[in-house]
């Protein structure tokens, strides 16, 4: 096969390998670490707009945005601006500031599924809370969550389907105790049958199902809206909290996540990424009544030193101030298609089984052929095409997070042009994989 010339990773191979003697696996965060892709990781030097540049000076056009938060891409002036003008009046003070206001001003005002909410440092931190939450408020244990969704590394999440269709999880991290795991139920996505099958059985110590609404952490794996609205009648039917994890999804695939796209509304929703233009910022939501239920005004404890740090919450109040403006969304999904429709276009004209799935700014790249795949266990786990793509885009300046189960993000940062550069390189590749 015809491979173009390796950019030089010189100084990257040499960071690597002191970090690898500083941390597990080198990296702080494992999907880092480049494991299912070819080569060690890039060290990144600078971002602004849409591209990066490595500590070798190679400059990519950059889809994997931190992973999502970045919707206004690299260093937006509105962001740095309002962050710097923050960080003079001092880092943090552990007492309320005018600007946990102003976020939370920002996002309830345009927001009708919650009424209260409260600040965290991290998705995984969200989750964590809006769990015992749940628990808190209804008197029960048992958490549903269904195989394939992602929700940081939560001991009751880390939990992945036993044998048998409606079942206790068992765990998928070494150091959960089974005493965790058996308090977590897992179904496949997308099945109503067992879904129905596991409320009926289960409803009477169900505290909670979880959910990403729009499944983006392990391929995109996109519900049928008729599933999403039988979850939402059953936790009505049976008094069970629907809790839609909308970390990737809120204020990307609209400024109210998928709850605004589907029209379906939660019982409690958990944010990140996005929410903290860049800065780790994490938030759950729900009703007053179930709000009041969080310390100090309820008997649910949860509290953080850095939570609602001012300058954490002027970064998301400068991006979701951004994200507010009319027409926001539409152009970034107009634009987004564009350069999906450019490439699917392609594949679909040469026949390669290959397919970007996406929805709103958030695209997958699917090696599975033509068909439409919406629960976990339909992925090739073959990840070779993902490989080469991979390999062949950093080559040709295109960065995309190191996994072929991960996504990628379209910012409002991404030209036009920028985006046709990188679909001619995806074609390129395309080219190389099938023809
Ligand atoms: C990223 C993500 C998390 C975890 O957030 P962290 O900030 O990485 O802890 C949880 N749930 C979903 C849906 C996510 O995409």
Known sequence: MQTSTDISRKTSEELFEKSKTYFPGGVNSPVRAFKSVDGNPLF??????????????????????????????????????????????????????????????????RNPFIEKIRFVSSGTEAVMSALRLARGYTGKNKVL??????????????????????????????????????????????????????????????????IEPIPANNGLLLQEKHFLQLLRELCTEYNVLLIFDEVISGFRVAFSGAAELYGITPDMVTYGK?????????????????????????????????????????????????????????????KTNHFTSRINNYANEKNYPFELVSIGSIFWLSFNGKKRIHSAEEIDPNMNGFRIMHRELLNRGVYLGPSGYEVGFVSEAHSLNDLDMAAKAMEEVLDMIYG
């Open 44 to 109: 990144i030097k600078k971002g602004d707009g849409c591209r990066i540049w490595d500590e070798d000076n190679n400059e990519f056009i950059d889809f994997c945005c931190s992973w999502g938060p970045l919707i206004l891409g690299h260093n937006h002036p509105e962001v740095f601006k309002k962050v710097v003008e923050t960080m003079q009046n001092g880092a943090s003070f552990g007492a309320p500031t005018r600007l946990e206001n102003e976020l939370a001003e920002l996002i309830l005002n």
């Open 145 to 210: 969550k269904f195989e394939g969704c992602y929700h940081g590394h939560v001991d009751a999440l880390l939990v992945k389907a036993g044998s048998g269709l409606v079942t206790f999880g068992e765990s998928s991290s070494a150091g959960v105790p089974e005493a965790f795991a058996n308090q977590t139920l897992v179904l496949p996505l997308n099945d109503e049958a067992a879904l129905r099958e596991c409320f009926k059985e289960h409803h009477a110590d169900m505290a909670c199902v979880i």
């Open 274 to 334: 996005i929410i903290g233009g860049g800065l780790p910022v994490g938030a759950y939501g729900a009703s007053k009544e179930i709000m009041g239920k969080v310390s100090p005004d309820g008997p649910v404890y949860q509290a953080g030193t850095l939570s609602g740090n001012p300058v954490a919450m002027a970064a998301g109040i400068a991006q979701l101030t951004e994200c507010s403006k009319p027409g926001f969304y539409e152009t970034l999904a107009e």
